[in-house]
């Protein structure tokens, strides 16, 4: 392959794809296409190279040596074309590009969270870009920032990676429930002590394992289920069988119902910080820096003023 047609780019395009995906059925979502139009597309870039890119079958999918060698440098094509489109765009006073943003699962319904007004705010903006959000835990949104698969995340992050930068946003209220049929649940707020509750089967979040578990002064090993997902976590604590912690927003709609009650908010609910992150050292193309300027002019006690630019 001597000269890069628009054929190879979007032949390129489907390898990085099934790449990210791990496997060519798992990116037909991300490509909008059939597993034999993603088949027939790779095999017709490993005869144009000349090189065998990918292993396949009872073993799982991964990438050869070659692969991967052509994986890094697709990406780094891809990546400069798409940052070229977006400065041709900008010439004439219009944003374009992709925009890919990360964020953590059930923060829709936060009250505080500027995400939704930024896209808002954002929308009214003179653009053509194209927004991909995506869902994921902090450490992969982290891990998909520094590896240039996300232009920012938004999350509560437990550590800080040097090679990033954190910008706070907002906070969410973490309130400890436990479900109907809990033993706990009828009981007085005087009668509940933090000793039964210490007793009980906790659910943590994987990622958040170590944070959930030191507010209840337990070992690492007390947790009785971790989740990933929220929606996971509020099914257990929903059973009456666990007790956990939920952001207080997203369990709202069962407190209302009378299916889940917060134990001694006083003492274990807390706030978690939301930051907006970004790779350190890396300059924000302009639609992913205009995105970061109207997500920080959206947060709570921010001023409501126009379309801001951002140091980041």
Known sequence: MHRISDT???LLRVFVAVADAGGFAAAQPALNIGATTVSNHMASLEERL???LCE???GGFRLTD??????DSARRLLEAAEAFRSQAASLKGTLAGELRIGLLDSTASDPDSPMIPAIRRFSRRDHQAHLRLSIDGPQELERLVLDGSLDLAIGSFPRRVPSLVYTPIYAERQDFYCGR???LFGLPEAEIRLDEIRRARIVTRGYWNQHDIVRLDLPATAAAATVFEMEAQAMLVLSGAYLGFLPAHYARQWVERGELRALLPEALSYDAPFDLVVRR???LSQ???AFAADLLAERPGAERTGPERTGL
């Open 8 to 10: 190879e780019l979007r």
């Open 50 to 52: 000349g090189v065998k």
């Open 56 to 58: 396949r079958g009872r």
């Open 66 to 71: 070659k692969g991967r060698i052509v994986y």
């Open 181 to 183: 049929g809990h033993r």
């Open 281 to 283: 050292g890396t300059r």
């Open 287 to 289: 639609v992913a820096a």
